[in-house]
Every structure is written in C-alpha cells, then in structure tokens.
C-alpha cells in the first residue's frame, strides 16, 4: 500500500535512509538528517511511503521523495529522485511500486525532467530506474570521495511523455 509520507513516518523513514547510508553505495551523505532538515530540502508534492498493510499505520518498507535541483524559476520542474527500501523488504519490488507511484505523482505535480545520481556499484538501483524509462545521460568521474576513496556516479534522467509537452 503506497501512502503520503506524514512526519509521523519520520522515524521510519529515518530508519530505513540509515540503512541505505549503510550499505555505502546510496549516497555520499554519511548520516540521517532530523525532520525539520529533511522536509525543507524536498519537495512537498510527491514524499510516499510503501506500507506493509493498507491501513495506514502498517510497517513503512520504502520511502520515496523528490528534492529540487536549483531554485531557479526555469527548473522548477525538475527534480532528483530518492528511493530507500527496507533491508527486510529488498527484492519484493517495493522500489519499482514506489517508482510507479513517484513518477506519477510528480507528474501530477507538474515535474517534466526527473533525475538521479546513482554510484555505478548500485546495480539495482541503476535497473530500477531503466525499467522506468530513465536513460543515462552521462558519468561523472571522481566526482567525490567518500571515506577516503574517490566515487563516480551515473546521471540518469526520464523526461515526461505528458507534461512540458
């Protein structure tokens, strides 16, 4: 079940961004922001979370929101995509829900470009977003380094087929 991301969902959400920072190859970030840093940084439209259950107050197993890339006026539909799934959930196609989902969302909201800077070694997320019609665009080579060692990451943007038409 795909719901609103509230800031009750906070901890969870928190949680399972923990565990993606963990794994050393989701993002540069080291640790977790509190709430309020959080939901400054992204975009009010589009913040979801895949519930276990459908009732609204099931166990959160992924999370997914858009931040924006510039606050210029002339990209304002344009936006980098975050998708976190759940250790326990990995596998169960919680990613590929949430991308449905986020994708929609955001062009309800009137995005046109989405983007993501994905480290080469994240294979499934790098699929993840294939299947959804993103396309790579480029690499940036040792763009920055990350305990000490230096990290490419593959750019990869899906362009709306509805809106910005």
């Known amino acids: 079940m795909m719901d609103p991301l509230r800031p009750e969902d906070w901890p969870a ?9 963990a794994t050393g190859n989701a993002t540069f970030e080291q640790t977790a922001p509190d709430w309020e ?12 979370v895949a519930r276990f259950d ?25 936006a980098e995509v ?33 983007q993501a800077g994905i480290f080469p070694e994240n294979v499934v997320s790098i699929a993840l977003h294939d299947r959804a019609g993103f396309r790579i665009v480029g690499r940036r080579e040792r763009i920055g380094q990350m305990n000490g060692r230096w990290r ?6 899906r362009r709306s087929a509805v809106v910005g038409q």
């Open 13 to 21: 959400v928190r949680a399972i961004y923990l565990q993606g920072i």
């Open 37 to 48: 840093k959080w939901d400054a940084d992204h975009l009010p439209d589009a913040r979801i």
């Open 54 to 78: 459908g009732h609204g107050d099931g166990e959160v197993l992924g999370w997914a929101a858009l931040s924006p890339v510039s606050g210029r006026c002339v990209y304002a539909g344009v």
């Open 82 to 114: 975050s998708i976190y799934v759940a250790e326990r959930a990995r596998g169960r196609r919680v990613g590929r829900q949430l991308m449905t989902r986020l994708i929609a969302d955001s062009e309800a909201a009137g995005i046109w470009t989405l």
């Open 152 to 157: 490419d990451v593959v750019l990869m943007e």
